[in-house]
């Protein structure tokens, strides 16, 4: 991850909760704030929209001040840090701000910023809810140029529906995408027809549309796996057709076709249906499957969250195994790591949007990932007050997130960060606190006061929030932010010398 460009501190500056407090770069708070921003959410200590707003302002000053380095955010906030509706947000911004100052080349950014086939839809969505019908070329052809990568008959099945806003054949009229074969030339003009109700006939071309048009139109809703294969038909739409719970034998047809993060959200369904074991068994082998966990990119989170909703022990031991793959930059750090977890009230805020994950959980998830790794390694709690949290040897990190919150090492109330770092730091070769960096105040000059200058101090940062609670990017001080172990990844790096560069 980046090593950030040291700003001097003012005493005027100060945390949330009064600490004394360290202003960033913009290009530092925003990827910060876009690392940890699901758009439109509350946290404890800002509301959405001055979230929002902040981030907007942001985002158009980063992107004419430096175009090369936003042309290379973008996408990698889209990819590498898998933040949907804060990639798109970025883009379709980054681009107005650069048309109006002269700067080109925002057209290949909105495209680069859509990869997933409703995500043109919401990029125009956001754009006319926002800015009006007036589109930017850049915004525009961005737009189209996604379209003609992302549009297919089985994207158009599964995301083009009355329940959002913005259709495929708004997408279509708006922005006039040139479709790359006849084929696709087929479906753009069907998806115009869907969108007015004109009542076309599907075009021959279009096979997987038709047959799933047969197989509406029939009223048995005895299951096929072929058939429903053949008609591009997923899981969220057999249950609509069928108008009631889906069975086991409707899972067992469903599960050899379905994705991977369809498998992890259901795996609560699955009990409930009574899948059978050979159906269970398949389930297992794909979660558990190293090349599968990378090509979902699933967050290392959703394992937890998948672990918290499934009743059954027969999926714990496969979101295990996931959870380490999914962690697998994760370093072994050599020589003895402080691993401090802020479990502060603050640290109650959100992480998912289903609120069923808080930014605690995250903390613990990576620092017990990383104290795993380590040599030699002491993880503390810490609020207003600190304890230790003893280490089983070979135990998951899953088992133990559990034993973390079973035993009552979410503290809740202050922040007191610099009280736990001088408690625990005993000679360490490194310090990282896993924080939203809202500390309060503690009469030292750092959070860091404590740690020699000479012993490298991480920050990972979960909140995003405008002040940090310490100097960065200087005197062996650094600060990270994301929702993935790539940051891990810069330690080692940043200890042999390799310093100064992003993650992209």
């Known amino acids: 991850m980046a090593k950030f460009n040291l700003r001097k501190p003012t005493n005027a500056v100060t945390t949330h909760q009064g600490g004394r407090g360290f202003t960033r770069d913009r290009k530092t708070e925003l990827f910060l704030l876009a690392v940890s921003n699901m758009v439109g959410e509350q946290t404890f200590y800002e509301g959405a929209s001055e979230r929002d707003d902040r981030f907007r302002a942001l985002v158009a000053k980063v992107a004419v001040s430096d175009p090369e380095w936003f042309g290379r955010f973008v996408p990698w906030l889209r990819l590498g840090a898998n933040m949907r509706t804060a990639s798109v947000v970025a883009a379709v911004e ?23 086939a409703d995500e043109p839809g919401e990029a125009l969505a956001y754009w006319l809810g926002r800015h009006g019908r007036a589109l930017p070329k850049p915004v525009k052809r961005g737009i189209a140029d996604a379209a003609v990568r992302l549009y297919h008959e089985r994207s158009l099945a599964k995301y083009d529906s009355d329940g959002t806003a913005v259709r495929f054949g708004d997408v279509i009229e708006l922005t006039h995408p040139t479709a790359k074969d006849a084929r696709q030339g087929d ?29 509406l139109a029939e009223r048995s809703t005895e299951v096929d796996a072929d058939r429903l294969r053949e008609a591009g038909m997923t899981w969220e739409s057999v249950a609509g057709w069928r108008q009631g719970p889906m069975d086991a034998a409707a899972w067992e047809a469903l599960i050899p076709s379905m994705g991977y993060l369809a498998l992890l959200r259901n795996l609560r369904n699955f009990d409930q249906a009574g899948v059978s074991d050979a159906a269970a068994a398949s389930v297992v082998a794909k979660l558990a499957d190293a090349s599968a966990v990378r090509q979902s990119r699933v967050l290392p989170m959703r394992f937890l969250s998948a672990f918290n909703a499934a009743p059954s022990l027969r999926w714990a031991y496969p979101l295990e195994v996931a959870l380490q793959h999914a962690l697998g930059n994760v370093p072994a750090l050599p020589g003895r790591t402080l691993v401090l977890i802020d479990t502060s009230g603050s640290m109650n805020s ?11 959980d995250a903390a613990v998830v990576f620092g017990l990932a990383l104290a795993a790794r380590a040599q030699d390694a002491t993880v503390v709690s810490f ?23 079973a035993d009552g090492y979410f503290i809740g109330n202050g922040t007191s960060t610099e009280q736990a770092v001088r ?5 360490h070769d490194r310090v990282v606190i896993l924080t939203d960096e ?42 990270f932010g994301g929702l993935t172990d790539a940051a891990f990844g810069m330690i080692p790096l940043l200890e042999a010398g390799e310093s100064g560069t992003w993650p992209f």
């Not at 408690?423 to 000679?427: E, Q």
């Not at 006061?449 to 909140?463: D, F, I, K, Q």
């Open 94 to 116: 980054g681009a107005k701000a650069q048309v109006a100052a002269g700067i080109t080349g925002s057209r290949a950014i909105v495209d680069s910023a859509l990869q997933r």
């Open 187 to 215: 479906l753009f003009q069907h998806a115009l027809a869907r969108r007015h109700k004109r009542g076309n006939p599907v075009p021959e071309s279009l096979t997987v549309l038709r047959a799933r048009t047969e197989l």
């Open 350 to 360: 959100t992480f998912s949007k289903d609120g069923t994950l808080k930014c605690w």
């Open 383 to 405: 609020s207003d007050k600190s304890k230790v949290f003893p280490q089983v040897a070979g135990e998951s990190v899953l088992k133990g997130v559990a034993r973390f919150k």
């Open 423 to 427: 408690a625990h730091f005993r000679g």
């Open 438 to 479: 809202q500390a309060a105040w503690h009469g030292a000059s750092s959070v860091y006061a404590a740690v020699p200058e000479g012993v490298p101090g991480y920050t990972w940062n979960l909140a995003g929030y405008r002040i940090g609670h310490a100097p960065t990017g200087g005197g062996n001080r650094y600060t």
